[in-house]
RNA sequence: GGCGGCGUAGCCAAGUGGUAAGGCAGGGGACUGCAAAUCCCUUAUUCGGCGGUUCGAUUCCGCCCGCCGCCUCCA
């Protein structure tokens, strides 16, 4: 039984599908006018873990992720870039996808554009008007959020509360301060598609409503984004879609928690970001996603280089486990029982913090003290030299579990187990030959390919039953 | 001002009405020809402060202090 944190009633609760073993989910993409930064890299760790453990929970995942292709930021870029938007959007688009793959983000079931899906939104458009909850003024259309009396059920305001803060523009086409533009006329010079109320673009909002309702229909089970979504994003979706449909349009809504620098929230606007191919220059994919996933995604977790340092060591304590398995493989193997490592008791507690609302420090903590007894058992085994068959095996079976439980939880591991080309088998070539040279004690030269293979990123480990090595 | 969240060892971070996971750093040790790496052990009588409820609270309630976010675009 998965249970996760819905926003909407404030409330950890059981997760139940609407259909069948499916989630049909989806999560606010970026609008693409620049290159992602950790915050974006934060969202999308988030959600593809969470994607991830539904699959691993045998759930079959309908994951929508949008790209926002059309919006004033980006028109805006354009003219400073000199190219038309559409470049901006496909320049960015690209930087995004180079950057999902990087962090080895699951490819979402659809990633559709604003810009492929005008018809879809001036429909829904058109039939809001005609239900009487949108209006034309001047060629723009407005959602009249009086008629939804719902409205800030999601983001817990009151309407009233909202209309006290806000300031009146001049020359403001809305009845009421509060209504949101479901579509804006475009002025002079500026991009757009032809309409029943002017030659513009969709507003900001209701784009994830008619996308989502085209992949994932009328009612979906989970939306996602981040915190700083909710309104009025989000509580605008709601309002437009439910009012459309008069259905329930998200059936739990999932935010994960800013990224801050300084205790700052990382932003565009304050300037304080790091971006991902920045941070990914000096910091495998790996460590990045351990970082991100060292504090529950609800939480806020604050960015540094320091605290990336650390989640490096951190990582390489999982790694450095992973590569126990070739030691005991070499193992003699002793009569009796021994005292292998209960397994099956950490996979439990690895499961249950995953189902408790994806709970991936505590999850990350099990495997951890999973590594320590096995490390226990193999420290006491090489001293040995010897172990019992129910030992080794349950080695084997805290290796698999570690290494599956890291894959599920988004991790590459690569070149952890070793590489099968000619370099590894040249590598162990030296190896071969350096041991020889410390047989008969000559020493120089042992140390010398030490040396060598170390200027060439090659690490070599002693242990007793023999030499190991690791890129570095 | 309204709404929401947070405050746990040097740093990061889980967690529970019954007496504090884990990671990093520090200290000690094992291993080693030397080294590097690795591994093990160890570090909170205590969970921002003050009251209350309770047999018992870090965990529930109230007040206070400090920090943050949303209320405008934002993952």
Same mark, same amino acid.
């Given at each position: 039984?998965i249970?996760?944190?819905?926003?909407l009633?404030e409330k950890?609760?059981?997760?139940k599908?609407l259909?069948?073993?499916?989630?049909?989910m989806?999560?606010?993409?970026?609008t693409v006018?620049?290159h992602?930064?950790i915050?974006?890299?934060?969202?999308?760790v988030v959600?593809?873990?969470i994607r991830r453990w539904?699959e691993y929970?045998g759930?079959?995942?309908?994951f929508v992720? *949008?790209?926002?292709d059309?919006?004033?930021?980006?028109?805006?870029?354009?003219k400073?870039?000199?190219?038309?938007?559409?470049?901006?959007?496909e320049?960015?688009?690209?930087?995004?996808e180079?950057?999902?793959?990087?962090? *080895?983000v699951?490819?979402?079931?659809?990633?559709?554009?604003?810009?492929?899906?005008?018809r879809?939104?001036?429909?829904?458009i058109d #039939?809001?008007i005609?239900?009487g909850?949108?209006?034309?003024?001047?060629?723009d259309v407005?959602?009249?959020v009086?008629?939804?009396p719902e409205?800030?059920?999601?983001?817990?305001?009151?309407?009233?509360e $909202?209309?006290a803060g806000v300031?009146?523009?001049? #020359?403001?086409? +809305?009845?009421?301060?509060?209504?949101?533009? $479901?579509w +804006?006329?475009s002025k /002079?010079g500026?991009?757009?598609w032809?309409?029943?109320?002017?030659?513009?673009?969709p507003?900001?909002h209701?784009?994830c409503?008619?996308m989502?309702?085209?992949?994932?229909g009328?009612?979906?089970d989970?939306?996602?984004?981040?915190l700083?979504?909710?309104f009025p994003h989000?509580e605008?979706?709601i309002?437009?879609s439910?009012?459309y449909?008069?259905k329930?349009f998200?059936?739990?809504?999932?935010h994960?928690g800013f990224?801050?620098? &300084?205790r /700052?929230?990382?932003?565009?606007?304050?300037? *304080?970001?790091?971006?991902? +191919?920045e941070?990914?220059?000096?910091?495998?994919p790996?460590v990045l996603r351990?970082?991100?996933l060292?504090t529950?995604?609800r939480?806020p977790i604050d960015?540094s280089i320091?605290?990336?340092?650390e989640? +490096?060591r951190?990582?390489e304590?999982?790694t450095n486990f992973?590569?126990?398995r070739e030691?005991?493989e070499?193992?003699e193997?002793?009569e009796?029982?021994g005292?292998?490592?209960?397994?099956?008791a950490?996979?439990? /507690?690895f499961?249950?913090?995953?189902d408790?609302?994806?709970n991936t420090a505590?999850a990350?903590g099990a $495997?951890?003290?999973?590594?320590r007894e096995? &490390?226990l058992l193999k420290d006491?085994a @090489?001293k040995?030299?010897?172990?019992t068959?129910a030992?080794?095996?349950?080695?084997l079976?805290?290796?698999d579990?570690?290494?599956?439980?890291?894959?599920?939880?988004?991790f590459?591991?690569?070149?952890?187990?070793g590489e099968?080309?000619?370099?590894?088998e040249l590598?162990?070539l030296l190896?071969e030959v350096?041991?020889e040279?410390r047989?008969k004690?000559?020493?120089?030269l042992a140390? @010398?390919i030490?040396?060598?293979?170390?200027?060439l990123?090659?690490a070599?480990?002693?242990?007793?039953?023999g030499t190991v090595?690791?890129?570095?």
């Amino acid at each position: 039984m998965i249970k996760l944190t819905d926003t909407l009633t404030e409330k950890k609760v059981e997760f139940k599908p609407l259909e069948g073993k499916a989630v049909k989910m989806y999560v606010c993409g970026p609008t693409v006018y620049d290159h992602a930064h950790i915050g974006h890299a934060r969202s999308a760790v988030v959600f593809d873990v969470i994607r991830r453990w539904f699959e691993y929970r045998g759930y079959k995942v309908i994951f929508v992720r *949008n790209y926002t292709d059309i919006d004033d930021k980006i028109i805006k870029r354009a003219k400073e870039e000199g190219i038309p938007w559409y470049e901006v959007a496909e320049k960015y688009i690209a930087s995004y996808e180079e950057d999902m793959k990087a962090l *080895n983000v699951k490819e979402p079931t659809y990633k559709p554009r604003v810009s492929e899906h005008i018809r879809e939104i001036i429909e829904m458009i058109d #039939g809001l008007i005609e239900k009487g909850y949108a209006y034309e003024s001047e060629g723009d259309v407005y959602f009249s959020v009086e008629k939804f009396p719902e409205y800030g059920k999601l983001s817990k305001r009151k309407t009233e509360e $909202l209309l006290a803060g806000v300031r009146i523009e001049p #020359g403001e086409k +809305k009845r009421n301060p509060l209504d949101f533009a $479901l579509w +804006k006329k475009s002025k /002079e010079g500026e991009p757009g598609w032809e309409s029943p109320w002017s030659y513009g673009r969709p507003g900001w909002h209701i784009e994830c409503s008619a996308m989502s309702m085209k992949y994932l229909g009328e009612t979906m089970d989970i939306h996602g984004g981040g915190l700083d979504l909710i309104f009025p994003h989000h509580e605008n979706e709601i309002a437009q879609s439910e009012a459309y449909t008069g259905k329930t349009f998200a059936r739990y809504w999932v935010h994960n928690g800013f990224v801050m620098v &300084n205790r /700052e929230k990382m932003s565009k606007s304050l300037g *304080n970001f790091f971006t991902v +191919k920045e941070i990914l220059e000096k910091f495998s994919p790996d460590v990045l996603r351990l970082f991100l996933l060292s504090t529950h995604y609800r939480s806020p977790i604050d960015f540094s280089i320091e605290r990336l340092e650390e989640a +490096k060591r951190s990582f390489e304590r999982l790694t450095n486990f992973l590569r126990i398995r070739e030691v005991i493989e070499g193992l003699e193997i002793l009569e009796g029982e021994g005292s292998p490592v209960n397994v099956g008791a950490f996979r439990k /507690e690895f499961e249950e913090a995953m189902d408790d609302d994806f709970n991936t420090a505590r999850a990350l903590g099990a $495997l951890f003290e999973l590594i320590r007894e096995a &490390n226990l058992l193999k420290d006491r085994a @090489l001293k040995e030299g010897k172990i019992t068959k129910a030992e080794k095996f349950s080695l084997l079976e805290a290796l698999d579990l570690v290494e599956g439980a890291l894959k599920t939880l988004g991790f590459r591991l690569e070149g952890e187990r070793g590489e099968k080309g000619i370099e590894d088998e040249l590598i162990k070539l030296l190896i071969e030959v350096r041991g020889e040279l410390r047989k008969k004690k000559e020493f120089a030269l042992a140390d @010398l390919i030490r040396d060598r293979l170390k200027e060439l990123g090659i690490a070599l480990e002693d242990l007793p039953t023999g030499t190991v090595y690791k890129r570095i």
